[in-house]
């Protein structure tokens, strides 16, 4: 069975079933087996060899925990680093558009300026155009 977490295990699991099923005689069986244990830790070498292994267990899961915490600590530093860097970016970018910006500004009265030259040009040209069409046919008219 694979415990939910780092702090439980497949021991915790069974009794949480249990207790699920029947919380008064599970609450008296704890009250049991732990008045068994206090007379096994006095009395056995074996329930010391077996509280040393969930001590064990324990310092395996709190060192697990540590490095896991120092892992996550640099992630975040290397996280925090990388924002800095796009903060500082972004900064730069924002610097060097402000005078394009004003450039635009400045710029765009002439643009529209041009603008208007060009269709006025555009209008002549078709006058003209329109102009000397009708001397072509008044020549055109005059050799025949």
Do not use: Y
């Not at 975040?76 to 970016?89: D, M, S, Y």
């Amino acid at each position: 069975m694979i415990p939910e977490s780092l702090w439980s295990s497949a021991a915790d699991a069974g009794v949480e079933q249990q207790e699920e099923h029947e919380p008064a005689k599970v609450a008296q069986s704890r009250v049991e087996e732990a008045e068994q244990e206090e007379t096994k830790v006095v009395g056995s070498p074996v329930a010391l060899a077996v509280s040393t292994d969930d001590f064990s267990a324990l310092e395996e899961r709190v060192l697990r925990a540590v490095e896991m915490l120092k892992h996550e600590r640099q992630a975040r530093a290397a996280a925090e680093v990388r924002i800095a860097e796009a903060e500082e970016c972004a900064a730069k970018a924002v610097e060097q558009l402000g005078p394009l910006q004003t450039q635009v500004n400045q710029q765009t009265p002439i643009i529209e300026q041009l603008e208007n030259e060009v269709s006025s040009l555009r209008a002549e040209r078709d006058t003209v155009r329109h102009r000397v069409e009708r001397l072509l046919v008044q020549l055109d008219s005059l050799e025949i």
